[in-house]
């Protein structure tokens, strides 16, 4: 397992942007997926996005096209660019990994699974003002 490290949480208002960043180290794989998740006070923690090493992204539906998932492998570094803020969207954001054998054939809906994920950062937190 490696370590994950979370950075670019804030505080903004309603309509405003931010980009996450996780700085992946000490994981070897070169089959996986990374994700983001968020966990909201009295909430489970619930999946926000995810991309695999072949970079096919999911999202949830509550993103509706406005997160968008990606990864920069030369410097090991996932993000999550986060526009049109909403205050239900304030949680702490928590980016995860975890190794697959083959990708491809994991099914779309289970990607993003909390439960699958066996690698976790600490978690930045994000919060929308109205």
């Known amino acids: 397992q490696g370590q994950l490290v979370e950075s670019g949480g804030g505080s903004v208002q309603t309509g405003g942007s931010l980009r996450l960043s996780c700085v992946v180290s000490?994981?070897?794989?070169?089959?996986?997926?990374l994700g983001w998740f968020r966990q909201a006070p009295s909430k489970e923690r619930e999946g926000v996005a995810t991309i695999s090493s072949g970079d096919v992204t999911k999202y949830a539906d509550f993103v509706q096209g406005r997160f968008t998932i990606s990864q920069d492998n030369a410097k090991n570094t996932l993000y999550l660019q986060m526009n049109d803020l909403k205050p239900e969207d304030s949680a702490m954001y928590y980016c995860?990994?975890?190794?697959?054998?083959?990708?491809?054939?994991?099914?779309?809906?289970?990607?993003?699974?909390?439960?699958?994920?066996?690698?976790w950062g600490q978690g930045t937190q994000v919060t929308v003002s109205s």
């Open positions: 995860a990994a975890r190794t697959e054998m083959n990708p491809s054939r994991v099914p779309m809906e289970s990607r993003l699974n909390v439960d699958k994920y066996d690698s």
């Open positions: 000490g994981y070897t794989s070169s089959f996986y997926f």
